[in-house]
């Protein structure tokens, strides 16, 4: 059985974005692109929070963005994933500037994924936060799917 990942949308800026000029940006570029190119052997999965979060901005970006998760299946955020995002930000574990990260993380934990992937590491791949939020569903007695950029999930045995 392929493990469910869910592509969060920093992800999938890097994948539609043109050539960074940074050095940082570039190589999550190339490293994006090198898992992308192994997708297939997870079930992947976005939400309508990411689709929206795609169609922002600049409007070639946006379709770029848009044609690459076209074909991805939809989590839905659930009144379930609403009422978890918000009370993390009521009970401190995420700042309330970050109420969509919120969101990202409350659906893959509903939606019981193996994988939050993403290259945001401020408010979701951040290690601290991630205790945080552990603690608090240990309590309520639910899992914390594994937050990942795509570098971490690519792995060794291919070729990292």
């Known amino acids: 059985m392929k493990r469910r990942v869910y ?9 539609a974005a043109r050539p960074s000029k940074t050095i940082i940006g570039a ?16 079930d992947l999965f ?7 979060e795609c169609a ?8 770029r963005r ?4 076209e074909s ?6 659930t009144e379930e994933s609403y009422q ?18 919120s969101l990202h993380i409350a659906i893959a934990i509903i939606h019981s994924v193996d994988y939050l992937l993403t290259w945001n590491c401020k408010h979701i791949a951040n290690p601290e936060l991630q205790r945080k939020i552990m603690d608090y569903l240990s ?9 990942c950029t795509p570098e971490e999930l690519l792995g060794e045995e291919n070729g990292n």
């Open 7 to 15: 592509v969060e949308t920093s992800v999938i800026s890097y994948l």
């Open 27 to 42: 190589a999550h570029q190339q490293i994006t692109s090198a898992w992308w190119n192994q997708r297939n052997d997870y």
């Open 46 to 52: 976005v939400s309508e929070l990411v689709l929206r």
């Open 56 to 63: 922002a901005g600049d409007p070639n970006a946006a379709r």
């Open 66 to 69: 848009l044609e690459i998760v």
């Open 72 to 77: 991805i299946p939809l989590l839905v955020a």
């Open 84 to 101: 978890l995002a918000e009370a993390f930000l009521r009970k401190g574990i995420i700042p309330a500037k970050a109420a969509e990260d």
């Open 139 to 147: 309590e309520q007695g639910q899992f914390l799917p594994f937050i």
